[in-house]
């Protein structure tokens, strides 16, 4: 069974560039999270999509968006880049709706270099 | 306050030893409880999950949970030098698919 798939893996952009990162969720997982990893501030949620549809969002900026689409499949944009915006930035899928709870599982990630 | 929270070490153990990691949590209402091992460059693995109060077996790994005094650990026994890496704590609600992690253990498996 493959599992969560993010693309590109690297990357590096220009302050005041956007970017598009693409993640596939494991066959079945119906939630999709982002997650944004840096050394200062650890790993911190930036929004989960279920069914195409945004369930949580985290404490970022406007700058920073996404969405689902219907085979669940997400993307993540980040717009007007900063330096500040440089990150390992992790997509994680789960079945959701588990009664025995809610198992989530990481992408390899996509790192983004803000120069 | 952090909601979760974990000394940040670093922790350094013999190998063969057993490694002892801690996390304590702010939030009641948490439900599910995670593991996740990260190697320096990689993305996080899932090495274990607990959902009840006791202790939960898989190989040389046991988590611990008690929720009475809102803390979850993890217990390495035999320990090797592949596991040195950074633990990751995390917690969410039932429901809920947003995980909010602790800061991590650094841990170093000395041979």
């Known amino acids: 069974k493959a599992g969560v798939t993010q693309t590109p893996r690297y990357l590096i952009k220009t302050r005041g560039q956007q970017v598009t990162l693409s993640c596939s969720p494991i066959?079945?997982?119906?939630?999709v999270s982002w997650y944004q990893q840096t050394p200062g501030q650890g790993l911190q949620f930036l929004f989960e999509y279920f069914s195409e549809t945004q369930r949580n969002k985290g404490n970022f900026p406007g700058r920073f968006s996404g969405r689902q689409f219907s085979n669940s499949r997400s993307e993540m944009n980040v717009s007007t880049l900063e330096l500040g915006d440089s990150a390992l930035y992790l997509c994680?899928?789960?079945?959701?709706?588990?009664?025995?709870?809610?198992?989530?599982?990481f992408g390899e990630g996509s790192w983004l270099t803000v120069v | 306050q952090k909601e979760v929270e974990q000394n940040s070490g670093p922790l350094s153990v013999p190998e063969g030893a057993i490694a002892s990691l801690n996390c304590t949590y702010s939030?009641?209402?948490?439900?599910?409880f995670f593991w996740y091992r990260q190697y320096s460059g990689k993305s996080p693995e899932l090495i274990m999950s607990?959902?009840?109060?006791g202790d939960k077996e898989d190989g040389r790994f046991t988590a611990q949970l008690n929720k009475a005094s809102q803390y979850v650990s993890l217990l390495i026994r035999d320990s090797q030098p592949s596991d040195s890496a950074t633990y990751l704590c995390a917690v969410n609600e039932v429901g809920n698919e947003k995980l909010t992690f602790g800061t991590g253990t650094r841990l170093t498996i000395i041979p």
């Open positions: 607990i959902y009840s109060n």
């Open positions: 939030d009641r209402v948490s439900q599910s």
């Open positions: 066959s079945g997982h119906r939630s």
């Open positions: 994680a899928s789960s079945l959701s709706g588990s009664p025995s709870g809610n198992t989530i599982y």
